[in-house]
């Protein structure tokens, strides 16, 4: 999403609605996110949930959460879901959940992207007034299948990539380091800067106005929500209303096609034979040159070959009126 008045332009294809004011709330704590062991966080926020008057279970167990999450929303008593962890817990959330429940994106990992992307507040007492007068805005996301593997289907909101940044995520897990700030990151980046050979893959992509192309590359990163990552912005252009995916990788091999890269992502001018910059609906990605690691939402999810397309209006997610004011999809009176 580039600018307010871009969204405004598809304020009619968004669907907007206040957040019912009854039932209760699933918190999902993901005790391993975040730069340290968080303890009984979960815990703590349910507590000041429910002297707000709003009723709620926690778990730190995602398949009890999910249970309670479809055994309520059968019984009409569900209101929301809230996430207590990074974007790769939202990632394992809508992964798995099998009923459609507004989510709460509570800002409590090593990465928070999607949550500042919504405005999610971080403090107990302002999450939950945000809550009882929350707005529900449902978004687009990713679906991948892997066609060598007996698995089910995953999602993501934020990102999946093909390439170096999912070298660094698969050695950065590999370290079996739950709990990691940032700057852990740098030690398995420069690993993978020196040792990553870059194997080339095959892009296939169809958009909503053309049908199948294809091209050979060395990186992809499929967005699907604009983003910052350590302050700086990524995919602009990034849209979770326009039924797309943004593509941008680069097409050479080694550091120099990387770099511009970076830079043109950063800057928001791709140019030169090296990189691309593209929308797709649907994508596929297989090698023959060797494994090339995939990462979802920034954790490791395997390797390909995977088919990718995107999911218009799947997931939907807890505002404020004030973001969607923002955003330009409401106006201050509504």
């Known amino acids: 999403m580039s600018t307010s008045r871009e969204v405004a332009k598809l304020d009619k294809q968004i669907r907007a609605s206040p957040l019912p004011r009854e039932g209760n709330l699933v918190v999902y704590h993901n005790p391993r996110a975040g730069r340290r062991r968080a303890g009984n966080a979960g815990e703590r926020l349910a507590e000041s949930f429910r002297h707000w008057g709003l009723p709620c279970l926690c778990t730190t167990q995602l398949p009890r959460a999910l249970e309670l999450a479809a055994q309520w929303s059968e019984q009409e008593a569900l209101r929301a879901f809230v996430v207590l962890g990074g974007d790769g817990t939202v990632h394992q959330v809508i992964s798995h959940l099998s009923v459609q429940v507004p989510l709460v994106v509570a800002p409590w990992g090593t990465e928070n992207l999607i949550a500042r992307f919504l405005g999610t507040p971080a403090h107990p007492r302002p999450l939950a007034r945000w809550i009882l007068e929350g707005w529900i805005v449902w978004l687009d996301c990713g679906e991948v299948e892997y066609p060598d593997r007996q698995c089910g289907k995953k999602r993501f909101l934020l990102v999946a990539s093909a390439g170096l940044d999912a070298e660094v995520v698969h050695r950065l897990a590999r370290w079996g380091k739950d709990n990691h700030s940032q700057i852990h990151y740098l030690p398995p980046l420069l690993e993978s800067l020196r040792a990553y050979s870059y194997p080339a893959f095959h892009l296939r992509w169809s958009t909503q106005e053309a049908m199948l192309q294809e091209c050979r590359v060395r990186w992809c990163m499929m967005l699907n929500l604009p983003m910052l990552f350590w302050g700086l912005p990524w995919g602009w252009e990034a849209n979770p209303w326009d039924g797309q995916l943004t593509l941008m990788g680069t097409k050479g091999s080694g550091m120099w096609p990387a770099a511009k890269f970076l830079l043109g992502s950063l800057s928001g001018r791709m140019s030169g034979a090296d990189v691309y910059d593209l929308r797709a609906t649907w994508v596929e990605l297989h090698s023959q040159e060797g ?23 799947a997931v939907p997610v807890v505002v404020s009126h004030q973001q969607l004011v923002r955003w330009g999809l409401l106006s201050e009176r509504a």
Request: aromatic share 0%; hydrophobic share 40%.
């Open 291 to 313: 494994s090339v690691p995939l990462e979802l939402d920034g954790d490791p999810s395997g390797a390909l070959p995977v088919r990718v397309r995107c999911v218009s209006a």
